[in-house]
């Protein structure tokens, strides 16, 4: 594969995680997990302008991952179930850090298991669906 092609499939997966991580962040975190947030005091969270004003980060984030699983998708990975699995393991070693953030923030142990589970969840389903395009961008540059 040509460096031109390999960086616009890299290009195009990436933005194909990226979708799904903003979608998936809007709808879990921002709308489904709300009442849970809420739950806790209200001293561990930014107050909503703070938050409104540093949103641009998450994205920022959103986008670091993206490229990086674009960038270290084996060539094994070549649909979404194999991309599901793979994400499960990116997701987990993503996830992981929600314990470490336990013992350094006053978070209670549901909301780890909630946001490490709701980690692992995300990776796979942005994994497989950038499965999905990397394998037709390559099967695209192969005719």
Not at 95 to 107: A, C, D, E, R
Not at 108 to 135: E, Q
Request: net charge neutral.
């Amino acid at each position: 594969m040509s460096s031109k092609l390999y960086t616009k499939s890299v290009l195009l997966t990436a933005a194909a995680g990226f979708i799904v991580f903003a979608i998936y962040g809007f709808v879990v975190h921002g709308n489904l997990l709300q009442d849970t947030y809420s739950s806790l005091p209200a001293t561990m969270w930014r107050n909503e302008a703070d938050s409104q004003q540093l949103m641009h980060w998450i994205f920022v984030a959103y986008a670091i991952m993206a490229w990086m699983l674009a960038v270290m998708r084996p060539d094994s990975v070549k649909d979404f179930r194999c991309g599901l699995k793979y994400g499960f393991l990116a997701g987990a070693f993503l996830g992981s850090v929600n314990f470490i953030n336990f013992v350094i923030q006053p978070l209670t142990m549901k909301v780890t298991l909630i946001s490490f589970l709701a980690d692992i969840v995300m990776v796979s389903l942005a994994m497989g669906v950038m499965a999905i395009v990397a394998n037709r961008l390559s099967g695209e540059e192969s005719h």
